[in-house]
């Protein structure tokens, strides 16, 4: 079992919906990361948390320590936004980063 | 413009000769880190970087050197390259390694004959 997993795989919905992506993990962690990739190969840092939630412009990162799950939200979701979104966490005590293989997010007009 | 930049984006080279995939971050970032991503297996660690001389393995550091003589450059050595070293490459760093978030390079698609 992998230490990050992420659900769904491939989501394709309409312009307008509210679209949401999960991220459970197993270990312990110092902090947990959402990365954007989009076609062309290209990746952002979307949120870095370590508790609560964030919001930025219609992107919005939750995270449960306790239930050891994030989710991403993307409200009025638009073509734009297609991409593949990645989570990534940091174990407590460890340098490294573990990611998630990401969910492929297609937006139709 | 704050960035990190990888050369080269695109390589093709046969098995055995040696390459240099270097990489360069202009934000005075402590942390530097080398991943490749393969179809399936998502993103993966190859090594990182805690400061200047101070490096350490990932979670596949086989076939793979690393060295930090300066704080903004972090280039990834491949002394024998095999084809199952194929993949796509990004150079990431970060202001801390815990508090900050990573700033990815472009990529660099390499490609072993």
């Known amino acids: 079992k992998n230490e990050v997993e992420q659900s769904p795989q491939n989501l394709t919905a309409q312009e307008g919906e509210f679209i949401t992506i999960n991220c459970s993990y197993s270990?312990?962690?110092?902090?947990l990361h959402w990365l954007q990739q989009h076609p062309g190969g290209g990746i952002v840092s979307l949120f870095m948390l370590s508790s609560g939630k964030k919001k930025h412009g219609r992107l919005i990162a939750t995270i449960n320590i306790q239930e050891k799950h994030s989710s991403l939200h993307i409200t009025a979701s638009h073509p734009r936004d297609s991409a593949v979104y990645i989570c990534?966490?940091?174990?407590?005590?460890?340098?490294?980063?573990?990611f998630g293989t990401g969910t492929r997010l297609t937006i139709i007009p | 413009e704050a960035q990190v930049t990888q050369n080269p984006r695109y390589l093709i080279t046969v098995t055995g000769k040696k390459l240099t995939v270097t990489c360069s971050q202009n934000m005075n970032h402590e942390y530097m880190s080398w991943y490749r991503q393969d179809p399936g297996l998502g993103l993966r660690q190859i090594y990182y970087?805690?400061?200047?001389?101070?490096?350490d393995k990932g979670d596949v550091p086989e076939g793979y050197k690393v060295s930090r003589k300066e704080k903004r450059n972090f280039p990834l050595i491949l002394e024998s390259p095999s084809p199952n070293q194929t993949s796509l490459y990004f150079c990431?760093?970060?202001?801390?390694?815990?508090?900050?978030?990573?700033?990815f390079g472009d990529g660099t698609r390499l490609s072993i004959l």
């Open positions: 990431a760093s970060s202001l801390t390694l815990r508090r900050s978030p990573q700033h």
């Open positions: 270990v312990g962690i110092s902090a």
């Open positions: 990534a966490v940091r174990s407590e005590g460890n340098e490294k980063l573990t």
């Open positions: 970087s805690m400061n200047v001389e101070v490096t």
